[in-house]
């Protein structure tokens, strides 16, 4: 993880501004939608600003966001936008999200379940990890823990599956979560190299 890198919670990211490169506001993000099979970004939904504002049929898919700042998304042009139903078919997007699913090792340990997921990145955005809230097997029955990812993840029917070493790199504060998750796949790469 380099210094511009930052963690955030993906709820951050709900309500942050959608703006052109030539400074037009074209709505704010609404939900991030995740693609479940390899733990990444598939896009946005939109809404309009405002206090009693309404989601859109339109969203906005990862490959068209030109970066993420602190302040705002940016694109290119309002042309990048894409119908919803393109983004995340309905019957896709419930799949899609994670929240609320369980956390399982690949030894058959339940972690928890899912209620954020962690972001890394300074422009560019990377699903590194799991805000869960946590199970007996964890020794914080019922706090909030944050568990690294793997560069990919495994899905089966409602639970995520994560290799049983992850257990050793759970933190209970996002501020040092970045350093766990570098340690936790610097490991996963060890252990492929020697296998």
Known sequence: MTASDRLLRAREL??????????????????VVFERSGGRIAGF??????????????????????GVGRDAVMIRDPDTLVPT??????????KADVLRDRVLTDNGRDLGKVIDVVLQGGTDLEVVGYEVEASEALGTA???????????VAVSGENLILPAAATEFVSEDLAGFGAAVDQFRARLRESQEEA
């Open 142 to 152: 019922g706090r909030r823990v944050f568990i690294p990812l793997p560069d990919t």
């Open 14 to 31: 709900t309500g942050r501004p959608v703006v052109t490169l030539g400074g037009e506001l074209e709505g704010e993000i609404k939900d």
């Open 45 to 66: 939904t939109l809404r309009n600003p405002g206090l009693f504002s309404r989601a859109r049929k339109d969203s906005l898919p990862w490959e068209s966001v030109h």
């Open 85 to 94: 139903k393109e983004l995340a078919p309905r019957k896709q997007a419930r």
